[in-house]
Nanobody, 125 residues
């Protein structure tokens, strides 16, 4: 049974940092494309970052230079280090996994095999 469990969200002031984790189980973690997407109330789902099976990363323009995606294959865990947080980063953050491909467009469209229940990030001024 595949499970993705996010953690690490919370409330921070603008300029602060958070580190999100996504613990995966039930599949071969290293063989999947992984990513993070977010959704705020009343807004479209937005891809945030992806990491390929070879470790290549990509980011949404809105988070480039502030967020870093990484993974630990030995721990079957995906991370998202978020620095210099802004109020507009406030959203529910989800991790996603797909066997064949994952990018900003596919995450926005909801085209992925698995996703977690999300973790809330709230950034205040």
């Amino acid at each position: 049974q595949v499970q993705l469990v996010e953690s690490g969200g919370g409330s921070v002031q603008a300029g602060g940092s958070l580190r999100l984790s996504c613990a995966a189980s039930g599949y071969t973690f290293s063989r999947y494309y992984m990513g993070w997407f977010r959704q705020a109330p009343g807004k479209e789902r937005e891809g945030v970052a992806t990491i390929d099976r070879d470790g290549s990363t990509s980011y949404a323009d809105s988070v480039k230079g502030r967020f870093t995606i990484s993974q630990d294959n030995a721990k079957n865990t995906l991370y998202l280090q978020m620095n210099s947080l802004k109020p507009e980063d406030t959203a529910m953050y989800y991790c996603a996994a797909d066997r064949y491909w994952l990018d900003m467009a596919t995450m926005r469209q909801g085209n992925y095999d698995y996703w977690g229940q999300g973790t809330q990030v709230t950034v205040s001024l």
